[in-house]
């Protein structure tokens, strides 16, 4: 990765995390859908992102979540899944050696590509995420209601996100 790369991922990184933990915390809809722009921290590393700097990328990102939610762990597995995921998506889905996009974007990748790596991807992160905070299988059908109703929420916020920052790649 270039130093311009890197100081736009820590620049994002920054910024999302700012607004997660500042003005998104305590923004949710009756108890039943919380937004998590965070992320897309993870999701928009660059393709060549190294595994090990993913996973370390996605465990810091965790952590510091947990320190401000104080959760005990709860974001950084949900982190750690998320780019679990994502490295299993991208290896089925893309030939990583002939991509010429550098980042899995909207505007490189298209909507529907997009939009189907942003669901697993939140839907995995989510469902770890709410089933750690619970850490009871008898409320199974309020947690799973309250995973899938997030999952739109922040889907219809990280694709708002990559509609407004992202210019749509040249024909």
């Not at 311009?4 to 009756?30: D, G, H, K, P, S």
Request: charged share 10%; with cysteine; hydrophobic share 55%.
């Amino acid at each position: 990765m270039n130093s311009r790369t890197i100081i736009v991922n820590l620049l994002r990184w920054m910024a999302l995390l700012f607004i997660q933990i500042f003005l998104l915390r305590n923004m949710a809809f009756y108890n039943l859908s919380t937004p998590f722009i965070y992320v897309l921290v993870i999701l928009l590393l660059p393709f060549r992102t190294p595994n090990l700097l993913l996973y370390l990328v996605a465990f810091i990102t965790g952590i510091t979540l947990d320190a401000f939610y104080d959760t005990l762990g709860v974001h950084t597995s949900a982190c750690v899944a998320l780019a679990f995921v994502r490295t299993i998506f991208i290896s089925i889905s893309l030939n990583r050696d002939s991509i010429d996009e550098p980042e899995p974007t909207l505007g490189n990748m298209g909507l529907r590509w997009f939009s189907l790596y942003a669901v697993l991807c939140i839907f995995a992160h989510h469902l770890i995420l709410f089933f750690l905070e619970a850490f009871k299988i008898s409320s199974w059908s309020y947690t799973l209601g309250r995973t899938l109703l997030s999952v739109v929420f922040t889907l219809f916020t990280v694709i708002l996100v990559e509609f407004i920052f992202h210019n749509r790649k040249s024909a």
